[in-house]
């Protein structure tokens, strides 16, 4: 059984690379480009994984990640950050809202599959 991804990001181009990518590597994913369906979509889909954008239009990733991690369903879920945003004290931030792995845009095909399979350990 595939394992389930959701990809949380606004750019149509970054979704789709990070959807393709994920998908020709056997995963299940859901693509979500509006941070404010991202709760609803998870609690449906119940993903293994989430790999969420910080900077998204009428929301915070770093307060999607706060609201995923208070959901007792979502709670063990690994989130990967990928974002742009990487100023100072901005992994730090990111990370303490519940985060368990950073990747700062641009994103390389390698770099972004090791952080995956070792989030979902495979």
Do not use: H, W
């Not at 750019?11 to 393709?20: E, G, S, V």
């Not at 449906?44 to 900077?55: A, G, N, S, T, Y």
């Not at 998204?56 to 706060?66: E, T």
């Amino acid at each position: 059984m595939a394992k389930r991804i959701m990809v949380v990001e606004d750019n149509d181009l970054n979704r789709k690379l990070f959807c393709d990518v994920l998908k020709a590597n056997g995963y299940e994913v859901v693509p979500v480009a509006d941070g404010q369906d991202v709760l609803s979509t998870a609690t449906k889909f119940l993903p293994e994984l989430v790999i969420m954008d910080i900077q998204l239009p009428n929301v915070s990733g770093v307060d999607l990640i706060a609201g995923l991690k208070a959901d007792a369903r979502l709670a063990p879920t690994p989130i990967l950050a990928v974002t742009a945003y990487a100023g100072k004290g901005d992994e730090e931030r990111i990370r303490d809202a519940g985060a368990s792995d950073y990747l700062a845009k641009p994103v390389s095909i390698g770099p972004f599959m090791r952080a995956v399979r070792g989030l979902l350990d495979d």
